[in-house]
């Protein structure tokens, strides 16, 4: 990274501090109390009269329960972990299990039980997409058929058929889902 790109990084860093502490509802000399640094000083690394440096960055970082690296906008490190944050939609839990953006899409799905026998809803949309049931029953809507599938059953679609799935039983269906926005196919072969 470039000098240049360090100070824009570290420019950005005072206006995240004081919305930081707005959002908390605390005032310059409750932090400074908190973390043992005078309001002035908290005062001028918020407005970036003074560079923030690690040894005031860490203890605010653990004041505000943040990472260090979301605090300055750090690059990404090529950390290869995912950092799941469950999604919340249309009833259902998608915890993702790959980056966003990634050209095949993972999630682990966990699909409410059933309380009653309603039709199942379903979508249609570019893409392609495989299931694989964790824990069921789960009765997945193509088109015109229903299908009830159970732990360990896999299948796979084209996502331009209408389609929508529901737990089959008042207990909660756990799924993987692959998902790919190209329409590409996924193929799990033996070796």
Do not use: C
């Not at 000098?3 to 990084?9: E, Q």
């Not at 799905?109 to 249609?124: E, N, T, Y």
């Not at 299931?131 to 069921?136: A, F, K, N, R």
Request: glycine share 10%; net charge positive; charged share 25%.
């Amino acid at each position: 990274m470039t000098s240049a790109g360090v100070d824009t990084m570290l420019d950005a860093v005072g206006p995240r501090l004081r919305e930081l502490r707005r959002r908390r509802g605390l005032k310059l000399a409750e932090v400074g109390e908190a973390v043992g640094l005078s309001a002035s000083t908290l005062s001028r690394l918020e407005s970036g009269l003074r560079r923030p440096t690690l040894d005031l960055l860490i203890p605010l970082a653990r004041l505000y329960r943040v990472a260090l690296d979301d605090l300055v906008g750090a690059p990404p490190t090529g950390d290869p972990r995912i950092h799941m944050k469950p999604i919340r939609r249309h009833g259902m839990v998608y915890v993702p299990l790959t980056r966003p953006g990634a050209p095949v899409q993972g999630f682990k799905v966990i699909v409410p039980g059933r309380r009653s026998r309603k039709p199942i809803k379903q979508a249609s949309h570019g893409g392609y997409e495989w299931l694989y049931v964790l824990s069921g029953p789960l009765d997945l809507a193509l088109g015109n058929q229903v299908t009830t599938l159970t732990e360990g059953d896999a299948v796979e679609f084209d996502t331009r058929t209408p389609h929508g799935f529901v737990s089959g039983s008042p207990r909660a269906a756990e799924l993987l889902v692959l998902f790919s926005a190209q329409g590409e196919q996924i193929h799990v072969r033996n070796s």
